[in-house]
């Protein structure tokens, strides 16, 4: 089945339409409804030519506190030339619309739609739009945890519509994530899927876990349980979970149901306040 990305546009709402949303931030939870991504609450960044994004994500004490995540909107001829201001950041990047002409370490790659790339920290990478459409992708960035032995992970470009999704054992292919990461490789630090589930998929208890999260719904549409909550959500929205927050999902239908995932992975749980 070909894959479809939803990537938010900006404009504004009319006068006329009601303010009800299903916008929430509690202790454990936010979700960002697609509706709330607009013009008026778009940032610029400096060293990006004709770019704005949508801040999603982004440290928090005492919320989640690990990843920032952009979605990245560059007109045609747009770009940067020093994208990553800093030098401890990692990155994942993953094109949901037009095409992205990716240069690491002086070597050019055109990513298209589906397309996913792993920067290391202290990478020296660019970033054009050079097609004719306007190009978005989601921009995670994370700050990398050296580990005294372990080598730091290598840059990657791969695409998602060229690799098979694992499915979940007992699900008869009704839930799937498609990795782009050996999870056994412990050079990582965080992960960044895509998960799919089939109309009728479900989560079967309440996930409760040390990873954090950040979900963005590239397709579809599902229920899912949020602590103590049932929220519908569907094709660009964005749900944020900290630590340990509940979580479940039941796949209705009538199409798949397909988000894009961080976590946060492999790594000793800090015991004294970080400097």
Not at 4 to 11: S, V
Not at 31 to 60: E, H, N, Q, Y
Not at 162 to 175: L, V
């Amino acid at each position: 089945m070909t894959a479809t990305y939803f990537a938010p546009h900006g404009g504004h709402p009319g006068q006329d339409q009601l303010l009800t949303d299903r916008a929430v931030f509690t202790d454990a939870y936010a979700v960002l409804p697609k509706g709330t991504m607009r013009d008026i609450v778009t940032s610029f960044l400096p060293f990006w030519d004709d770019t704005r994004l949508w801040v999603i994500a982004r440290p928090l004490s005492g919320f989640a506190e690990t990843f920032s995540q952009y979605i990245m909107e560059v007109a045609p001829g747009g770009g940067s030339d020093r994208p990553e201001t800093d030098p401890e950041a990692e990155g994942v990047l993953f094109i949901v619309e037009g095409t992205a002409t990716l240069t690491f370490d002086g070597t050019a790659h055109e990513m298209t739609p589906g397309g996913y790339a792993y920067l290391p920290p202290s990478s020296t990478w660019t970033l054009r739009n050079a097609g004719p459409e306007t190009l978005r992708f989601h921009w995670v960035r994370k700050a990398y945890q050296a580990v005294e032995g372990l080598d730091q992970p290598d840059f990657l470009i791969l695409n998602e519509n060229d690799i098979a999704p694992t499915e979940m054992p007992d699900t008869d292919g009704k839930w799937a994530t498609t990795r782009f990461v050996d999870p056994t490789d412990l050079r990582h630090d965080m992960h960044v899927t895509v998960v799919t589930f089939q109309p009728g998929g479900v989560i079967p208890f309440l996930e409760t876990h040390v990873m954090e999260h950040g979900l963005y719904v590239l397709e579809g549409k599902a229920v899912y349980r949020l602590n103590n909550d049932w929220v519908e959500v569907e094709a660009g929205d964005f749900m944020w979970l900290r630590a340990f927050c509940p979580q479940a999902c039941y796949a209705g239908g009538p199409g798949r149901f397909r988000y894009l995932l961080y976590k946060d992975v492999n790594r000793q749980m800090p015991l004294r306040p970080q400097r």
